[in-house]
């Protein structure tokens, strides 16, 4: 079945630590997406990519890091700079950027401990 | 740069009545794309409903419709005959035609379903 897959879907982390999250589709879609969700509140983008080797920041990108080496492969690193890691992070990917809907996957629940 | 706004952090309903949710968005482009998108307790995102902007005709899918005012940079959405899997948080969202493909977020409303 086609889909997007996130992984793990509970992560800890301890604070200084550098983690990345997965963030895998097998539909073929060209562009991927980053998201961050904290408790009641609505998507922040953190970083998208619309095609292979090529990522642009969106409107929290600091203390994160992503590379998208493949088409079907978009991970996130949350690294020692970011301030208040503990969220929910959603990825996604959409066929042609606009037009088509958007798929998500299940979500990762990063913890600082 | 592109920004949704949702002033309803809360809406409620009793079963098998309507509720609108409102969403307004600001941008300088003439073609976008307008979603909402409903996540329920799973956390899962499930998109309701789609509207492009060029077109005039509001988007309608079974029992959800918006109510798309393009001047106004309104995007509502009208649910009739609540039912009780309604319940969620719901999203509006907005993406450009083209430039940098940005998918941009409101805050979210969570709905409330009243038996």
């Known amino acids: 079945d086609g889909g997007i897959t996130q992984s793990p879907k509970y992560l800890f982390r301890k604070e200084g630590q550098n983690v990345t999250l997965s963030c895998e589709q097998n539909?073929?879609?060209?562009?991927m997406y980053w998201y961050r969700q904290d408790p009641g509140q609505g998507l922040r983008l953190i970083y998208y990519?619309?095609?292979?080797?090529?990522?642009q920041k969106g409107d929290i990108a600091e203390g994160y890091s992503v590379s998208r080496e493949k088409k079907e492969s978009f991970p996130l690193t949350v690294t020692s700079a970011q301030k208040n890691p503990t969220a929910f992070y959603l990825c996604?990917?959409?066929?042609?950027?606009?037009?088509?809907?958007?798929?998500f996957g299940q979500g990762t629940r990063l913890t600082v401990v | 740069a592109q920004t949704v706004t949702q002033s309803q952090p809360e809406m409620s309903v009793q079963e098998a009545e309507t509720v609108t949710l409102s969403c307004t968005y600001d941008?300088?482009?003439?073609?976008?794309?307008l979603f909402w998108y409903k996540q329920p307790p799973s956390r899962q995102m499930i998109l309701v409903i789609r509207?492009?902007?060029?077109?005039?005709q509001n988007a309608t899918e079974n029992r959800f419709s918006v109510n798309f005012q393009k001047a106004a940079k309104s995007f509502s959405l009208k649910i009739s005959d609540s039912q009780l899997g309604d319940a969620a948080m719901y999203f509006c969202?907005?993406?450009?035609?083209?430039?940098?493909?940005?998918?941009?977020f409101g805050q979210g409303t969570r709905l409330t379903i009243n038996p």
């Open positions: 996604a990917s959409s066929r042609d950027g606009g037009n088509t809907e958007a798929f």
């Open positions: 539909l073929n879609h060209d562009a």
């Open positions: 990519s619309q095609i292979v080797n090529d990522f």
């Open positions: 941008t300088s482009e003439s073609d976008y794309y």
């Open positions: 509207q492009e902007a060029y077109k005039q």
């Open positions: 969202a907005f993406h450009r035609f083209q430039g940098a493909q940005k998918l941009v």
